[in-house]
């Protein structure tokens, strides 16, 4: 000590590659728990510059979807939410075996359930890595920006009627955050734009002919299906919907393009839509 001392970098071609025409910010020397010397280096990745597109991709975090996008991709449901079911089950049980039970069934039952939820919840983590992943890639490929609804709105959604029990537990879960925090910051690392609109009318407007309900309370859409009163326009749901998020998205990046939807729209929803464009972005990536 009091000297200096040269030591050998021992590093992989991993992290050399890591380190290569990259810029070190700064590092600290450590003595780790096993008695050796790790160096701790911080780089500066500078993200690419958001392209610039008049393209957009809707995408529609669902109820029974996780996330539909606007040119046909989709993941659904079914698998990640007969894993988190199961998971149900096996917990209610466990759950009880913890309340009542003799004290070593008491103590191993609370063990498993810490067990089961850091396996679920690292399968949901694993799926959203992908599917966000995914959208990003598609964006790229599509040379688009994307388009979701605002954080509030997804609360309102999947609070729609109407909600057993079950579909309680599925929405207003951390997994939606999850997967639009992920979204948001690997569209930053790849340079791809998000904006976050206003989902009011989405899931009950026409993407073909952009008409509602005329009746005040009134639906076309039902669950999962979606079907047109005026133009007969009949799908899926959540299509419809990441449709709608692409036409309003559109419509904010680009105003001046012939405005498709206030003159066919009725005038509430004009109104709604001209409430949307002044609040509609938030910063891309926010
Ligand atoms: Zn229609």
């Not at 040269?6 to 600290?28: E, H, N």
């Not at 879960?173 to 569209?187: C, E, G, H, V």
């Amino acid at each position: 000590m009091g000297t200096r001392e040269r030591i050998k970098f021992a590093a992989s071609t991993y992290q050399r590659g890591k380190l290569t025409s990259r810029v070190p910010t700064s590092a600290q020397l450590r003595k780790h728990k096993d008695g050796q010397y790790y160096i701790h280096i911080q780089i500066k990745d500078e993200p690419p510059k958001p392209i610039k597109s008049d393209k957009v991709i809707g995408v529609d975090f669902g109820r029974r979807d996780i996330a539909v996008t606007s040119v046909g991709d989709k993941w659904d449901g079914k698998q990640i939410q007969n894993v988190r079911d199961r998971y149900a089950r096996v917990r209610a049980s466990l759950q009880e075996k913890a309340s009542k039970g003799t004290r070593s069934t008491r103590r191993r039952a609370r063990r498993i359930l810490k067990r089961l939820s850091g396996r679920e919840r690292r399968y949901q983590t694993w799926l959203n890595h992908n599917i966000s992943k995914l959208i990003i890639l598609s964006a790229l490929q599509h040379n688009a920006i994307i388009a979701i609804e605002d954080l509030t709105g997804i609360r309102e959604h999947t609070n729609e009627q109407p909600r057993s029990k079950i579909e309680r537990r599925r929405s207003n879960s951390w997994a939606f955050f999850q997967l639009r925090m992920f979204l948001n910051y690997k569209a930053v690392q790849y340079g791809v734009e998000v904006v976050a609109i206003n989902p009011a009318y989405t899931s009950q407007t026409c993407s073909e002919c952009l008409h509602i309900h005329p009746v005040k309370g009134k639906s076309y859409r039902s669950g999962k299906s979606f079907k047109c009163g005026h133009c007969g326009n009949h799908c899926d749901a959540d299509e419809n919907g990441s449709k709608m998020i692409s036409i309003v998205g559109a419509d904010f990046v680009n105003p001046l393009g012939g405005s498709v939807l206030c003159c066919n729209l009725a005038d509430h929803i004009c109104a709604a839509i001209l409430q949307t464009t002044s609040g509609l972005l938030k910063a891309p990536g926010f």
